[in-house]
């Protein structure tokens, strides 16, 4: 492997580890102990009829959340409703569906019916999303864009401008379901970055995959063959898009005391999750690169543990759920806006940090900018 640079760095996750929630305790658990009480707040999920959104779901509402559940099938929307009120006691839990985010008329008509139901929205997390193209699904969208990234965020971004006037309403946050977009290894004296480990190599394309100029053609034609066991799909551009939307979003409506965030599970098991669901593959990807790569650590001693990887959809959902329940005080401490385990997470694990490091903050800005201004162009009749 050819060294593309390296970060001189200790750590890809900032110190604060007094503030680092552990895998080792589930989210309803965590936010429990840490008397965090969303008693009045609402908070509105996607993707939580399984995997981690359920595990973020059932965390806040455990907390005393209203939760309003954006469902693709209705029936198992509403079985991870009556679930959630099973095991919480909380009988706040409505669904609606169908909502398909690999159509931005579903997704208007959706935004439409949170706003009737929800003028104050305190959360929007954003969870749902789609790793690999599956048979029997387009791989193109009738919107015309390649559809896992349409459903992992071009869906998203649409949902959450569309809901913008229920966040401001309330002064709330949206918090993104995020994960790593390239490789690494933590070495002894600092963390490398390899070039067969960057967003473009993982996602199979070209040096310049994600530039501007180069999304414009590539987000509207079928994805490449992603590793891990994967499948096809535009996940690792996705994920890098949502940290980036993140700090741009952020900028731009934190005068209107907005803010978004991202947060990185770690390997959790899903049914999406590829190989990694094997703990074989666990080891051989996730120990390279430390915990920081994949969450697998289970104290404070921040040593890879693989006994406890992958997560269930509970234990990996705690830094989410605290994302979503965190006072506003304690979140906005960092100017972060990637985390993983209740920490900031720098470079080379949050790929806006690394930006900055290697072109400069300005430049960064200004890319993040351009980026929401392409999306904006491409969702523009569905906006208001």
Not at 221 to 242: D, E, I, M, R, W
Not at 304 to 328: E, M, Q, R, T
């Amino acid at each position: 492997m050819t060294m593309l640079h390296v970060l001189v760095v200790a750590t890809a996750f900032g110190s604060a580890t007094g503030q680092m929630c552990l895998p080792t305790q589930d989210a309803s658990e965590l936010l429990k102990q840490r008397g965090l009480s969303m008693d009045g707040k609402v908070v509105v999920l996607t993707g939580a009829s399984s995997g981690i959104g359920l595990g973020i779901a059932t965390a806040v509402a455990s907390a005393g959340a209203k939760v309003i559940i954006l469902g693709y099938h209705k029936d198992s929307a509403a079985a991870a409703a009556a679930n959630i009120t099973k095991t919480t006691g909380n009988k706040d839990v409505s669904v609606i569906a169908p909502f398909d985010l690999s159509s931005f008329q579903s997704v208007k008509d959706t935004a439409t019916a949170v706003l009737k139901m929800a003028p104050k929205i305190d959360v929007l997390v954003c969870d749902a999303g789609l790793n690999s193209e599956f048979a029997g699904l387009p791989n193109v969208t009738a919107d015309g864009f390649e559809i896992t990234f349409q459903i992992t965020f071009l869906g998203h971004f649409l949902l959450t401008e569309t809901l913008l006037p229920a966040l401001r309403a309330a002064k709330g946050r949206v918090v993104n379901t995020g994960s790593i977009s390239n490789g690494f290894h933590n070495l002894s004296s600092s963390v490398t970055v390899y070039e067969d480990e960057t967003l473009c190599a993982w996602q199979s394309l070209p040096g310049d995959c994600s530039s501007v100029a180069a999304v414009q053609d590539v987000l509207r034609k079928p994805a490449p063959v992603l590793p891990f066991g994967l499948g096809q799909g535009f996940t690792f551009l996705s994920l890098y898009f949502k940290t980036f939307y993140s700090y741009e979003f952020s900028d731009r409506e934190g005068a209107n005391g907005v803010s978004m965030y991202s947060g990185h599970p770690g390997v959790v098991e899903t049914a999406q999750n590829g190989n990694f669901n094997n703990k074989s593959v666990v080891i051989a990807q996730c120990e390279p690169m430390g915990w920081m790569g994949c969450n697998c650590v289970s104290d404070e001693s921040l040593e890879f543990d693989v006994n406890i990887c992958p997560l269930s959809i509970y234990d990996g959902s705690g830094g989410l759920a605290w994302l979503a329940a965190a006072p506003k005080t304690t979140i906005e401490a960092s100017p972060a806006r990637f985390f993983t385990l209740c920490v900031p997470a720098v470079a080379p694990a949050n790929q806006y940090d690394s930006y900055v490091l290697s072109r400069g903050a300005d430049e960064a800005r200004a890319y993040a900018l351009s980026l929401t201004s392409l999306w904006r162009q491409w969702v523009a009749k569905y906006l208001d």
